[in-house]
């Protein structure tokens, strides 16, 4: 699923009005290959701003965007010997014809289309945190100031443009919620399969294997993040991806896992029983959880803070585990001195996009920013006790649960992008007794 080069174009244009500078220059790459082991290398994956901003996917690209939002963009080169060994190029053609660069140069070219770029520009923008290209930009800028004498005039600093990108990443477009829907309709078939799949005795990485089996063959080629399939204790380990061990009869199983299309994340977390039915202690949590998650999905509508889905579902969990006797005293006092934590250890949600934690500040002025239109949100509250807390019932240790799905957030209410997918108990057990 791809978006149009119009898109990307109008992208690179709103980033430089938004800049704020009448004489800045724009500088990102994608970046390079990474060895996985002596010569093999991972599959290549752009960064996702510079993805953002021209949906170009190779290599070693550095792109510039000018003032008036024309860009350049440095590439390989065509190159049949190691197209025969590599794969496709775009090469130049391409790049412009394909992607609707304005202009395109050979990678060798770089450092020339670089000085010919920069002379004369106030400032260079870029990603601060790209300490490569910000190496390689000074060099630049000192390149020009030697050559002040035959008249180049070198821009006079760095800015960051991190806080401008991010920002109009965190607002999705219609093209980019389609997209995200579909990878979390994926992910909802991956973990349906999963359900119906599992028996007491697999390993957990055999029931991984359902996921990624469902992933690829619908299209979303890899995970967007490394599956956790956690049975049992496993599943009190907040980020567990070993998947090595055998899923006993009367487990959980907690499965976070989400496919990647596109270039763009889903996130999905489900708790089930290996046996297909939960145990009276393991509903009982479950439903606090549950009942948390839709607490929660009730404050993720615009203009809310966007710390209020989270404490909304902080009440409930505390008011759970003090019903059901794992805290004692008063809700209040709990919440004040984070006794919770003992349970729940992590925020109620993040961004999603691009990245599975995706950029956007979730504080402006020091205060919770309001949630607006076009903003995709994880929802994920969870309990977890661990298997050594002697000061809980032994009936509850071991037991780890969470629930999440990706929600967006519209003018008319939450749109659960992930929905069709149980978590109901009564529907979790109906699924998995129909297996």
């Known amino acids: 699923m791809n978006l149009s080069k119009a898109i990307y174009r109008e992208r690179r244009q709103r980033l430089m009005s938004q800049l704020g500078s009448d004489n800045t220059v724009a500088v990102i790459r994608s970046g390079e290959l990474v060895t996985r082991n002596n010569d093999c290398d991972y599959e290549f994956r752009p960064h996702s701003s510079f993805f953002y901003l021209t949906g170009y996917q190779e290599p070693n690209a550095v792109l510039f965007i000018l003032p008036s939002g024309e860009s350049h963009m440095a590439v390989l080169p065509k190159d049949p010997e190691r197209e025969q060994w590599d794969g496709f190029r775009h090469g130049i053609t391409g790049a412009m014809q394909t992607f609707g660069l304005d202009q395109a140069a050979e990678l060798d070219e770089l450092d020339d289309l670089a000085l010919e770029l920069l002379d004369g520009a106030d400032h260079i923008a870029l990603l601060i945190d790209d300490e490569q290209l910000r190496d390689q930009a000074l060099n630049w800028r000192d390149q020009l100031a030697a050559r002040a004498r035959q008249g180049s005039v070198a821009p006079k600093g760095l800015i960051d443009m991190s806080d401008a990108v991010h920002e109009m990443r965190l607002i999705k477009d219609l093209g980019e919620i389609e997209i995200m829907e579909r990878a979390a309709q994926i992910s909802v078939e991956a ?10 005795g697999m390993m957990e990485y055999q029931l991984e294997a359902e996921l990624n089996y469902v992933f690829m063959k619908q299209g979303a080629r890899v995970p967007a993040y490394n599956n956790i399939v956690a049975s049992g204790k496993n599943a009190c380990v907040l980020h567990y991806i070993k998947n090595d061990e055998k899923i006993e009869d009367g487990d959980l ?3 976070d896992a989400g496919g990647e299309l596109g270039c763009y994340a889903s996130d ?8 297909g039915k939960f145990s009276e202690p393991q509903a009982q949590l479950y439903q606090v959880v549950l009942d948390a998650y839709y607490a929660g999905l009730e404050q993720m509508v615009v203009g809310a803070p966007y710390d209020a889905f989270h404490n909304a579902a902080v009440q409930v969990l505390t008011e759970g585990l003090v019903a059901l006797g794992l805290l004692n005293g008063s809700v209040d006092e709990l919440i004040e001195s984070k006794a919770y934590r003992d349970f729940y250890m992590h925020n109620t949600g993040h961004w999603l996009g ?13 205060e919770a920013r309001p949630l607006e239109a076009g903003m995709v949100v994880t929802l994920e509250p969870g309990l977890y006790v661990n298997p050594d807390n002697e000061n809980v019932d032994a009936k509850w240790r071991g037991i780890g649960i969470r629930i999440e799905d990706d ?19 009564h529907e979790i057990e109906a699924l998995m007794a129909a297996k």
Not at 354 to 360: A, E, P, R, S
Not at 410 to 420: A, D, K, R, S, Y
């Open 268 to 275: 999905i977390t489900r708790t089930f029983p290996a046996n």
């Open 354 to 366: 691009l990245d599975v934690h995706d950029c956007g500040r979730y504080k402006l002025n020091g």
């Open 407 to 425: 929600i967006l957030i519209q003018e008319n209410g939450p749109f659960v992008l992930t929905h069709g997918l149980p978590k109901e108990i």
């Open 253 to 255: 199983i907690l499965i």
């Open 191 to 200: 973990h349906t399969q999963a359900m119906k799949s599992v028996r007491p």
